[in-house]
């Protein structure tokens, strides 16, 4: 048996959502490949999507963000958990270390906990990073000039980065300069096929309504402006969490008798945040996005650029998102042609899992 030690962030669910499609082409290679999936990511989570035989074992790898839903990062508090979190840095690491001497893992694999590429150096196994971002780049800019215990906090990140033989940077990805051995791969994404017809019956949708899923991946949404969505005429909504009875045109997935997968596959136009996954899919699907930006994200800019070049986009305000105004984004999200310029073939997984089957067979 092939036994990977696998470190996700919790910061949502964007992480896991990178690591499990490579995780199954690396299966397709190794059949005996199990997966310790170090994280605090639910269990219901890996239970459709992952295919080769892996062991939970919760435990925190990181921070991340703090955050009040998906569009509102609390800067103080997360510079705040981050300094309890570094202030047991020397137990933490000797925790995991131990941890993984004692699975005695072939490999370790990050995404993108560097408390996982410290501890994995230290048990001297074979650590590898695969994330489009890393966590000193999203804090350096919340960094106040004055505050050099947030300084240091980058800095430490820095040098736990450091210890990573290599980092996989999927397509798009950021700089990620706190890692000495970076290789590029293709975008991950496994969009799934459509079944507009079963969607359609399912909700209740005309021929001539257009069927928008929201989804701002996962961290929840506190609310929605459902009056307003509901005079959307000529359109269904499709949301996650709780729907008032009332509505007519908005339809919780949750009762919904296909994955989120084929949702986005199925809808017309989707309704997000710009985060690495649905960007990614939306673009290889040819769905029109309308987006809501934090403004205050690092990797934000990048895959805003890579969905106007590759997809079809347009920006909702935060305002205008939170008061209802959504009919004029979703017309010109629409109305917006086609690219002329065609992103890269969507082989992030199968390039990662060759290169991680070397390393593992090396070992």
Not at 55 to 65: E, F, N
Not at 98 to 123: D, K
Not at 197 to 225: M, W
Request: hydrophobic content about 45%.
């Amino acid at each position: 048996m092939a036994l990977m030690w696998c470190a996700i962030s919790s910061h949502g669910l964007g992480h896991a959502a990178q690591v499990v499609p490579v995780l199954n082409e690396l299966g397709r290679i190794i059949p005996n490949l199990h997966a310790i999936l170090r994280t605090q990511v639910p269990a219901w989570f890996f239970k459709d999507r992952l295919t080769i035989d892996s062991t939970l074992s919760p435990a925190q790898q990181d921070i991340g963000c703090i955050q009040h839903g998906p569009l509102n990062i609390d800067v103080e508090a997360t510079w705040n958990a981050h300094a309890r979190f570094h202030a047991e840095w020397e137990q933490k690491v000797r925790d995991e270390t131990l941890a993984i001497q004692a699975a005695a893992p072939a490999m370790v694999l990050s995404a993108i906990s560097y408390l996982a590429t410290e501890a994995g150096a230290r048990a001297r196994v074979p650590t590898v990073g695969l994330c489009n971002l890393s966590w000193d780049q999203i804090l350096e800019p919340w960094a106040e000039p004055a505050r050099s215990d947030q300084r240091e906090i980058v800095s430490h990140i820095r040098h736990a980065y450091a210890h990573a033989d290599l980092m996989l940077r999927p397509t798009p990805g950021m700089p990620l300069s706190a890692f000495k051995n970076v290789t590029d791969i293709g975008p991950i994404a496994c969009p799934l096929a459509s079944d507009q017809a079963a969607l359609r019956n399912a909700i209740g949708a005309a021929p001539d309504e257009k069927i928008v899923v929201v989804g701002f991946g996962g961290i929840a949404l506190d609310t929605l402006p459902f009056e307003q969505m509901e005079q959307c005429v000529g359109y269904r909504f499709i949301v996650s969490g709780p729907v008032p009875e009332s509505c007519v045109r908005i339809h919780p997935a949750s009762e919904l008798p296909m994955p989120f997968g084929t949702l986005l596959a199925s809808a017309d136009l989707i309704v997000t945040k710009p985060g690495y996954s649905t960007v990614v899919e939306a673009v290889a699907l040819g769905k029109p996005v309308v987006y809501v930006r934090r403004y205050n994200f690092a990797d934000e800019q990048t895959l805003v650029s890579y969905l106007h070049r590759y997809g079809r986009a347009v920006e909702l305000s935060a305002q205008d998102f939170s008061a209802g105004r959504w009919e004029a984004a979703l017309g010109a999200a629409w109305s917006v042609p086609h690219p002329t310029e065609h992103a890269s073939p969507a082989t992030g997984a199968v390039e990662a899992a060759r290169i991680l089957s070397q390393h593992l067979t090396r070992g």
